[in-house]
């Protein structure tokens, strides 16, 4: 039979400007009545657009879609699918890496409160750091130029955090050194394909002494707010053995006043 444009749309449940678009592609192929400059369809054209439509339920590019109707021997087929096949799997493994991720930072802002300027100790996981600020000020350097964007594109599996030098922490100076930048634990830099190289700073797994403060958002990282951690490491007869390393959790914005929740972990031996 012969089917009129709107007529084989409605039958097949597709749009007009669906039909116009596979015969563009050459999956459909009306015949054109030269006396009235109508198009008609028959029921090839319908098999050829429900197997069209059956590929495409797949994700598979209209392009493509357009050779396997045309002409593709099983092979092609089994080939065509099975690629859409790895390529979901990927992206399963990507969402649901995200999904975890995503879990894990909701959980770490939830306990915000809780954890709130108190001790713990905490084992830490390796981490390999990009450092790009000295202090707030950013660092022009021209290996950063080329380095920071496929860093960037590591978030938020990455993180931003702050380094202090062990000394300059114990050396009683009211505003501390420190520099900022962008890490990943070692466990979640294998997802990735970035180079390790000379300007990456590698941290190993450490026990630390752990606790969340809360630091205004444009003012340095000041002595006296990790003072109680000081206190708590002299009380317990514990040895500060390397630098600090801590993390932005979260910037949070209340009536015009940015705060950040800062994860400040202090490496440590127990001298007992």
Known sequence: MKYSIGEFAEILGVTVDTLRLYERQGIIKPIKDHRNNYRYFD???ARNLLMSRWYRSMQI???DVSGLTKEACLEDIIGKIGTMELNLKEEIRKSTMLLNKLTEINNGIRGIEAALNK???KKTPGLYRLKQTQRNTLLTDDFLREMVSKWMNMLPFAFYSFRIGSREFTSRESCLEYNWGIAISEEEIGNFDVEINEHIEYISPRTCV???IPSPHREYILADSLQFMLDYIKENNYC???DIIGRIIVTEKVNYQSRSY???NI???SDE
């Open 43 to 45: 029921d090839l054209d």
């Open 61 to 63: 590019p209209l392009q």
């Open 119 to 121: 001790c713990i100790i």
């Open 210 to 212: 752990s606790a969340v």
């Open 240 to 242: 500060i053995v390397d």
């Open 262 to 264: 800062l994860e400040v």
């Open 267 to 269: 490496p440590i031996r």
